[in-house]
């Protein structure tokens, strides 16, 4: 399962992150972005993360999931930022062209291909 693995990754990179820098409470909620080119169920990924954290010290947070737009970078003209969308009837959603909206070459994807953590919303210990 597609969701499963993400989520493991997303655990793993964690794990090794709060062993470098422990953080003294309880973690709450676990920020993430994802692309919008990730094609994923943020419900099967959110699934995930709740059986792979069991019984660990991630136990019960919750990953609060956000989007981030495509951008492209055009080695042609050197554009680099959004893409434009294609609006045509019928669609129920607007799908990103990967195209530089400058000169119309063959662009990069710059973002919105990954999933990352981007913060932690902690519950300090109370003395
Ligand atoms: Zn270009």
Same mark, same amino acid.
């Given at each position: 399962? =597609? @969701?499963?693995? /993400?989520? =493991?990754?997303? /655990?793993?990179?964690?794990? %090794?992150? !709060? ?13 993430? &972005? ?9 419900? *099967?990924?959110? %699934?995930?993360?709740?059986? !792979? +954290?069991?019984? +660990?010290?991630? *136990?019960?947070? %919750?990953?609060?999931?956000?989007? #981030? ?16 969308? +294609?609006? @045509? %009837?019928?669609? =129920? ?8 909206? &400058? ?5 990069? #994807? ?9 913060? !932690? ?7």
């Amino acid at each position: 399962m =597609h @969701e499963y693995s /993400l989520a =493991h990754a997303l /655990l793993d990179g964690l794990t %090794e992150h !709060l062993r470098a820098h422990p953080v003294s409470g309880r973690v709450k909620a676990v920020h993430v &972005r994802k692309g919008e080119l990730l094609v994923l169920s943020e419900e *099967a990924l959110r %699934e995930a993360w709740r059986i !792979l +954290t069991e019984g +660990t010290s991630l *136990a019960g947070s %919750e990953l609060r999931i956000e989007p #981030v737009p495509v951008a492209v970078r055009c080695p042609a003209c050197g554009y680099e930022g959004p893409v434009r969308y +294609t609006d @045509e %009837e019928g669609w =129920h959603f607007a799908v990103p062209v990967l195209a530089c909206p &400058r000169c119309g070459g063959r662009a990069d #994807v710059a973002a919105g291909r990954d999933l990352a953590i981007v913060a !932690l919303s902690v519950d300090e210990d109370l003395p």
